[in-house]
């Protein structure tokens, strides 16, 4: 019995061991694959509505990730921690200026097919992202 007892432990150690396998290759695979390109969201300052002499001037972005952004072929995804009323996203050709993309997003998440407006082909784009209590900005190659 007692030999029975210890191959039952390693069946179900290794079942388990061997169960969470596969879930932990796929998370390295996804964020690994080449076709990805996170993009580096920065903040900007945003000028107080209420300024007045002597009060700081400037509020100052919070230091937390409120909203993510990642290009997988042609489609941008855009993540919002929670839904996030009225951001408006801003997608322009870093070279020419030219806005490109608007889009007033009012979910928690959305997802632009990039090959309906921009042009393929290594170009640089911005991609702003604001509200009217926070903006973020970057960069990203297409």
Known sequence: ???????????????????????YAYAISKNN???VQDIALYAKPI????EKPGNGGVLRMPLKQIVSA???????TIS???STPNATITISNELTGEVEYTEV???????INLSMFVEEGNNTYTINI?????ERYGEFNY
């Open 33 to 35: 694959d080449n076709n």
């Open 47 to 50: 000028k107080s509505t209420t």
């Open 130 to 134: 604001s509200t009217s209590s926070w």
């Open 105 to 111: 997003c009012n979910a928690e998440s959305t997802t």
């Open 70 to 76: 990642s290009v997988c072929n042609n489609i941008l």
């Open 1 to 23: 019995m007692n030999k029975f007892k210890k191959v039952l432990s390693v069946i179900a150690f290794t079942t388990l061991i061997m169960g969470q396998f596969p879930a």
């Open 80 to 82: 919002f921690i929670s």
